[in-house]
Every structure is written in C-alpha cells, then in structure tokens.
C-alpha cells in the first residue's frame, strides 16, 4: 500500500455438574493510548501502520472473493485505488470522517433447509481496513481466549475441535448439551458487543471505527437497510468480534468448571448424566439470553448422548469404552449430493473436467473427513461413485454402434457387447450390469485417472500419522514408531 525503497508495496469436573461457584478472575487491564501491546503508538496508529495495512491487503487479495457494492475486484484494481487514495482514507480515519460503504446482501443455501443463509460482502478498501484491525485485536485477544474455543483462530481448527470432544467423552462425559444460538452473526446486539470491547480496548477512536462498520448498513436487492443489530458474514472483522463476544460465555463455563468446545457459534457443553446436562442447558440458556442478549434457540437446542450428537459434520460413538469418529449420515447425503451434481448425465462438461472436478471434490471431503473411522461406508460410496461414472460413459456413447465399438475396445465380447448396446434399459440399471463392470472394471477408471475415496482415505491418513509423528519427535526429542 505503500512505497519502500522505490517499489510498490502490497496492500467438567464432578463438581461442574452442581454449578459450584468459583472465585471470578479480575478484569483485563485495558488496552489504552498509553499502555498498548508492543510499541508506544495508539491502537489506531498500530492498525494504520504501513506494515500493518500492507499485510491486510495480502491477506484480502489472497482471500478473494466477489466485490461489494462498487463492483470492485480485490486484485491489481483495488491496489491502485488504495496507492492513489490511501492518504485520503487514512486521514480520514484519524478525524474520524471515514464513512464505510454498505455492504451487499447475498444469499447462499443453508444445508438441509429451504432457507438461506444471508451475507454482507464488503467493498474491497472497507474489507482491507477491518482486515487491519482484525490484525491487531488479534493479537490482544487471542492470547486471552480460552483454550476449549477453536473457531476462527491461528493454528487451531475443526480437527483440533473434535478431539478435544474426544478427549472429554473418553473421561465420562458422555451426555452433551447442543446449543443453537438463532441467527448470531444477524442479531448481535451493538451496544452488548461495544461494551465488552470496551473492557480492553479503551482507544475511542478504535472502538468508534468498528461501530461505523457495524452501522454501515446492507444494500439487499437494491434497497438500503439500516443496520441496528448483527454483524454481517463476509467481512474480516465479524470472526473476531464474534470471539470477543463469546469469550463471555467461554468464560462462564471455565468459571463453572464445565468441560466444553466451541466453535464460532457452535457451542458443545459435555456432562456425565443426562439430568446434570438438562440442568446445565437451562441455566446456560438464562446465561446467554440475560448476559449476552442473544436468543437460544430453544426447538433446537438438546440435550443427548454422544451417539445423536452431529458436531462440525462428524458423529461419534462408543467403542470399548473409547470415543471414535464417523462422518454423520447428513453429512454423507450432502457428499451424494454434490457428486451427483458433478457427475449429471446432462452435464455439458467434458471427461477431463468431470474428472478434475469430481477428483479435486472427493480430495477435499476426505481431507477433512479422515478422521472417521468408516472404511465400510467408504467402501460403498467408492461403488456408488464408480456406478455414477459408468452411467456417465453410457449415456455419453449415445449411439448403439458406438456403444458396441467402445464395449469392444475395452475387452468385451460381441454376443455381450450386442446385447449391452442394444438394451432398452435405463442408464442407472444398465451402469449395475456384469457387462459393464467388466468392460469399465475398477483397474480401467482408476487408469482413466479417477480417484476413489479409499485410497485417498488412507493417503491421508498415512500423511497425517507421519506429521504428528514428526511433531512429537520435535517436541519431546524421543523417536516414536508407527504403530497404525
């Protein structure tokens, strides 16, 4: 964003489960004008620090994603806009003039709903701006979060998550208290949240640009919205201050010696009976509502066993006496889903596209599924997907004379490959024939180039052992062996 040198540079315990009380811990000292986290300058001089703004704009850029209300890329466009006004912008900022622009309101489908999901995308110079000071509050806050929250932080994540869970059920506490708080990110009260930025951060010029951020409004369809409430889903700034603010309840469960993880809004509390759990979703719910000024969704809010909990796409279960990983049959028919999508028989795609899309997909679910200890259910979908590939190649031949010549080509013989060509059957029921598992066997796809979930599966599992195996070594200096 700025110049360097000549060149341009880049923009529960058992005494949980009866609520004992515990001293509370004092309050953070704040983060003022004159006692900051690392150097001399005000909060705001930190966040418009040419560094600073310069690894915000990485950041964006890198990130992508579609432009806000002015129709502005976050490329090579957006850097020259800042390179000629970022002056102005920041003058701006320190006067407290900076007016950010509204964002725009885009809707995307909820999972397993008719609803959607709504978001509020950022003009690219207001996104590069909440990046900076994302960067900064990051650095005061996150080392303060408690240890039980994963969501949106540096070198924690889903995985990371559920182990921990994990970890809790396989020291008894297996009945869990599944939290829905209703449209959080839409319904954050804007005084609540200043308030408890304000316990840390005693900058006002800090706190009053994020309150301009949040009272930029949203244009939907066209239309102006004032914003009175909520923070939208689609800027930098939103996952951090959803942290500030939930670090309130996170805080509240520690104090009840409560053993829970949380993830953004996805709050999983854990207790060894099922009345303990019932008593704790009560108070809990009195906690939020009362202190927070959210609203529990109580129709989907639920206490149950760990067996019916669906956590960040996984289910669980027991298995002599230890917890283990399964993907959660939501999950699984969202997977069929997006693969039926990607393999359609009308699908004006070529071979080669299918085949990049499909692999790159199946990859990417994997990659995050690999905990799940379901060979046997990967075993069946890898039969499933090849049976879509086969009833891909059928209806694409088209013709019985080029059916019969490509049946041929792969091996088949001609009283077989005459009567596969010159079937009336449909192309799901003729993909299931012997015929066509002969002629497209799973040898022939997987030398066409189609991966299968199996072999991925073990892929990465193989890579993730080693890497925890590598880490271990670099922390304890002992050398370990692969056991699995």
């Known amino acids: 964003m700025d110049r360097q040198q000549g060149k341009p540079g880049p923009l529960q315990g058992n005494s949980a489960e009866h609520e004992r009380p515990v001293e509370r811990e004092s309050k953070p000292e704040p983060i003022t004008k004159d006692n900051n986290i690392s150097t001399e300058e005000s909060l705001l001089e930190q966040i418009l620090d040419r560094n600073n703004l310069n690894d915000a704009f990485r950041r964006v850029r890198d990130n992508g994603g579609a432009p806000g209300i002015d129709g502005m890329n976050v490329d090579e466009e957006l850097l020259e806009y800042l390179k000629e006004n970022k002056d102005l912008f920041i003058e701006q900022i320190r006067n407290r003039k900076y007016k950010p622009s509204p964002v725009r309101r885009v809707y995307i489908p909820k999972d397993f709903s008719i609803e959607k999901r709504p978001l509020g995308i950022p003009t690219g110079t207001d996104r590069v701006f909440q990046q900076a000071i994302a960067n900064i509050l990051e650095e005061i806050y996150d080392p303060t979060f408690s240890d039980n929250s994963f969501g949106f932080r540096p070198n924690r994540g889903t995985h990371k998550a559920l182990w ?152 669980f279960y027991i298995y002599d006496g230890k917890c283990k990983f399964r993907v959660h049959p939501k999950s699984v028919k969202k997977f069929k889903d997006k693969v039926r999508q990607l393999t359609k028989r009308n699908s004006a795609l070529s071979y080669e596209q299918t085949q990049k899309s499909l692999n790159k997909f199946i990859k990417g679910w994997m990659g995050y599924f690999y905990l799940a200890n379901n060979i046997s259910l990967f075993t069946k979908l890898d039969a499933w997907i090849r049976r879509r590939i086969r009833q891909l190649f059928w209806k694409r031949w088209k013709r019985p004379r080029t059916k019969y010549g490509n049946l041929r080509k792969l091996g088949l013989k001609h009283g077989d490959a005459v009567r596969l060509a010159t079937s009336r059957k449909g192309y799901w029921c003729l993909s299931k024939t012997p015929q066509m598992h002969r002629a497209l066997d799973n040898l022939t796809l997987v030398d066409i180039g189609f991966t299968n979930l199996l072999s991925t599966y073990e892929s990465v599992r193989d890579n993730a052992r080693k890497k925890i195996k590598k880490l271990l070594e670099a922390k304890t200096g002992k050398r370990f062996k692969l056991v699995c």
């Open 164 to 315: 921990r869970i994990q970890k809790f059920v396989d020291q008894g506490f297996k009945y869990a208290v599944c939290l829905d708080i209703e449209k959080f990110f839409d319904t954050v009260n804007h005084s609540k949240l200043i308030q408890v930025l304000s316990e840390q951060v005693d900058d006002g010029d800090v706190i009053s640009l994020i309150h301009k951020f949040l009272k930029a409004g949203v244009v939907d369809k066209g239309n102006f919205v004032k914003s009175t409430q909520g923070m939208p889903q689609g800027g930098p700034l939103s996952p951090i201050l959803s942290n500030i603010l939930l670090d309130k309840l996170d805080k509240e469960l520690e104090r009840r010696g409560h053993k829970f993880v949380r993830y953004a809004d996805d709050c999983l509390i854990l207790c060894k009976s099922r009345n303990a759990a019932l008593r704790t979703m009560q108070s809990i719910i009195k906690f939020i509502e009362k202190k927070l000024h959210l609203k529990v969704n109580k129709d989907k809010s639920k206490v149950c066993h760990i067996n019916d909990v669906k956590y960040l796409g996984y289910g």
